[in-house]
């Protein structure tokens, strides 16, 4: 999967190991910048990298403490 340069919230969710439903919140709560192309929504890999460092430790399901990566 990592050939990808951009993933799907169901993909990113099975990369990251994050639900599918914690990482649609993420994203409706703005804390992912994604590509939206219709109804669908990409996330770049190096996002979810990015992502991943500047929550280390965070509880992801409480909105305040999740840091926004941009």
Excluded: C, S
């Excluded at 639900?19 to 910048?33: A, C, F, Q, S």
């Excluded at 996330?43 to 999740?66: P, S, T, W, Y």
């Amino acid at each position: 999967m990592t050939d990808k340069i951009g993933l799907t919230i169901e993909e990113a969710a099975d990369y990251t190991g994050i639900g599918r439903n914690t990482m649609r919140k993420l994203v409706e709560w703005e804390k992912i910048p994604v590509l939206r192309i219709g109804r669908r929504y990409i996330i770049r890999i190096d996002v979810i990298h990015k992502f991943m460092e500047a929550n280390q430790g965070a509880d992801l399901l409480v909105r305040e403490q999740v840091r926004a990566v941009r």
